[in-house]
């Protein structure tokens, strides 16, 4: 099924037809949304496909998009902590290094 007859399923009550019902419904607020939209791809669809004018947005397309977004903020504090982890053990190393090299000297 394309996107375009998904999007005909959807029942109305799943459209949020303005920038501060999507962020109401996000818990954010409007400018953020706008900005998610800007540089995270937050699913946002315009009216008459125009850069300006009306918005919409699809209850269940935020949800989704909210649940991805989860799961990437999840996997950068994993790989954060594996970092932290390694520099550590390499501030170890170094450290260690040094005071060898002080005492033989």
Do not use: C, N
Request: no cysteine; proline share 2%.
């Amino acid at each position: 099924m394309d996107d375009e007859s998904r999007r005909l399923e959807l029942a109305p009550q799943e459209r949020l037809d303005s920038w501060k019902e999507i962020a109401a419904y996000l818990k954010r607020g409007t400018r953020t949304v706008q900005r998610w939209e800007r540089e995270q791809g937050l699913p946002v669809h315009r009216l008459g496909g125009r850069k300006q004018g009306g918005v919409f947005a699809y209850r269940r397309e935020l949800d989704e998009w909210w649940h991805g977004r989860s799961l990437d903020i999840r996997g950068a504090a994993k790989r954060w902590q594996i970092w932290g982890k390694m520099a550590v053990t390499l501030l170890a190393v170094v450290s260690v290094a040094g005071l060898i090299v002080l005492m033989r000297s």
